[in-house]
């Protein structure tokens, strides 16, 4: 019971300090689920990149799947799931109930243009997490990473495209 309580304590955090969406609470993510030793960092890894491929946002995605790997049921997955949508839910409940007050607050906006570069900031700290040894061991990897950047941000490539194409390469590559 101690477990399914820690799970939602924990991913009730990332729900409830996650501003930025996905990319921007991997750090949140990675430091809640490492200090518990719920999984490893290689698992980590493997959960982000398989939130990349899956629908649903990555918090939510980690959240399933660690609360499954840390108690072995579906349980486990649930109340973490759970514990991390229920914050949004209660802020989003609260914002509309609330909306016509806050529309054009000078602290409101004040508050939001605080949080942007952090979010951005927090963004780049993910993808630095990802760039570990695990990731970057070779020179295949490199030119991996290297490509899909070009094609995403010079050729405007859909992401979609680029997931297939990085299963096919790391298919015939590895």
């Given at each position: 019971?101690?477990?399914?309580?820690?799970?939602?304590?924990?991913?009730?955090?990332?729900?409830?300090f996650?501003?930025?969406?996905?990319?921007?609470?991997?750090?949140?993510?990675?430091?809640?689920?490492?200090?518990?030793?719920?999984?490893?960092?290689?698992?980590?890894?493997?959960?982000?990149?398989?939130?990349?491929?899956?629908?649903?946002?990555?918090?939510?995605?980690?959240?399933?799947?660690?609360?499954?790997?840390?108690?072995?049921?579906?349980?486990?997955?649930?109340?973490?799931?759970?514990?991390?949508?229920?914050?949004?839910?209660?802020?989003?409940?609260?914002?509309?109930?609330?909306?016509?007050?806050?529309?054009?607050?000078?602290?409101?906006?004040?508050?939001?243009?605080?949080?942007?570069?952090?979010?951005?900031?927090?963004?780049?700290?993910a993808?630095?997490?990802?760039?570990?040894?695990?990731?970057?061991?070779?020179?295949?990897?490199?030119?991996?990473?290297?490509?899909?950047?070009?094609?995403?941000?010079?050729?405007?490539?859909?992401?979609?495209?680029l997931?297939?194409?990085?299963?096919?390469?790391?298919?015939?590559?590895?």
């Open positions: 019971m101690e477990l399914y309580l820690q799970l939602f304590i924990s991913f009730f955090k990332i729900g409830l996650g501003f930025g969406g996905g990319y921007a609470i991997i750090s949140l993510i990675q430091h809640e689920i490492l200090s518990n030793e719920w999984i490893t960092q290689s698992e980590l890894t493997d959960i982000i990149a398989i939130s990349q491929m899956t629908p649903g946002p990555i918090g939510i995605n980690s959240a399933t799947y660690v609360g499954y790997a840390a108690t072995g049921s579906v349980w486990g997955a649930a109340v973490a799931t759970f514990a991390v949508i229920l914050p949004s839910f209660i802020i989003m409940i609260t914002v509309c109930r609330f909306l016509v007050i806050l529309e054009g607050n000078k602290y409101l906006e004040f508050a939001l243009q605080g949080l942007r570069p952090t979010v951005i900031g927090l963004i780049g700290a993808a630095l997490l990802l760039m570990n040894s695990q990731n970057f061991i070779d020179y295949k990897s490199v030119i991996l990473f290297i490509a899909a950047l070009i094609l995403s941000v010079k050729f405007k490539a859909h992401p979609i495209l997931i297939i194409g990085a299963g096919i390469a790391g298919f015939l590559l590895y």
